[in-house]
């Protein structure tokens, strides 16, 4: 679908490292038109500094320094990229940020916090952007989520609840927008590596266990490819293809699985109970 939108103006949050950032440079290698957004604007400023010096070629990138908790900002960067490129044609709400640890332990905050920015700053974002979408010729929405929405994860209850939270509404919202010519994709990615686990919270000094991590490039490239072939939901890493499947035939065996998890995390200490 993008393939045939050469040129077309596409809008990513949280596209200043990692996912969203490797996002970014595949779609600047198919001259997209695009806005970039996110809180830190000297990290925004490097992402297109280095978009640039790779492909001279591309459109110049319009960088917009967006919190997507905060209304004000989403409205100013959708209106900023409007008035930049005349319109929006897609959207990719990839903005996200993570809570790791003891449920019994998390603060209501920390539940709050990733709702805040996975959930609701999504919504916004999409609420905003889609008087542009509706006029675009094929607007395109991609949330980007994660596995931990297919199934609970122990440990990242708070987090999958927020990605959780996220599929389920772009489920509903897709069929809701089916006569409007928009349409939109749900990505699920495994685990990747970048700074999406420095930058989590870690409830009680809880550890991660490693790996093992996609690299941002590979993830990014299924994202834009699967755009292209219009595809509806992308489940990304074959563990997040098994859990997906084996989550609706054998779930008793799922349950079993997360409970071994469980289990060997506390064993090896990774995670506290306070
Ligand atoms: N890495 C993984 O293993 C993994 C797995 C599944 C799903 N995901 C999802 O993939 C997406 C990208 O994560 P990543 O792995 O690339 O992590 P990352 O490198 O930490 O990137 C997160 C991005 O979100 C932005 N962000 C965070 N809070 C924001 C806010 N309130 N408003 C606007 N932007 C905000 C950050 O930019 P600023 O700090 O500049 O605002 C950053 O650009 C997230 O939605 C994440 O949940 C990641």
Excluded: W
Excluded at 42 to 65: G, K, M, T, Y
Excluded at 159 to 188: D, P, T
Aim: glycine share 8%; with cysteine; charged share 25%.
């Amino acid at each position: 679908m993008l393939s045939r939108m050469k040129g077309s103006k596409i809008l990513i949050t949280g596209a200043s490292s990692g996912i969203g950032k490797a996002v970014a440079f595949e779609l600047a290698r198919r001259g997209v038109k695009l806005t970039l957004a996110s809180r830190r604007l000297d990290s925004l400023r490097d992402v297109v500094e280095e978009i640039q010096s790779a492909f001279p070629e591309a459109p110049q990138p319009l960088i917009a320094r967006c919190d997507v908790t905060r209304r004000k900002d989403v409205k100013r960067m959708v209106e900023e990229c409007v008035r930049r490129f005349g319109g929006i044609d897609v959207l990719i709400n990839n903005a996200g940020t993570g809570v790791y640890g003891n449920a019994e332990f998390t603060a209501i905050e920390d539940f709050r916090a990733v709702m805040e920015v996975n959930f609701f700053g999504a919504v916004r974002c999409m609420m905003e952007a889609l008087p542009f979408l509706k006029q675009a010729e094929k607007g395109l929405v991609i949330n980007i989520t994660s596995v931990a929405a297919k199934h609970g994860v122990p440990y990242l209850g708070a987090y999958g609840a927020s990605k959780a939270a996220l599929a389920v509404f772009s489920q509903s919202f897709r069929s809701e927008l089916k006569e409007s010519g928009v349409s939109l994709m749900i990505v699920y990615p495994s685990y990747t590596q970048t700074d999406f686990f420095r930058n989590e919270k870690k409830v009680g000094g809880a550890r991660r266990p490693r790996g093992p991590y996609a690299s941002p490039q590979k993830v990014a490239r299924a994202i834009v490819r699967a755009a292209e072939s219009g595809k509806r939901n992308l489940v990304l890493s074959l563990e997040g293809k098994a859990l997906t499947f084996s989550q609706g035939v054998f779930p008793r065996l799922v349950e079993r699985a997360m409970d071994r998890i469980a289990y060997k995390l506390r064993e090896k200490q990774e995670v506290f109970n306070e």
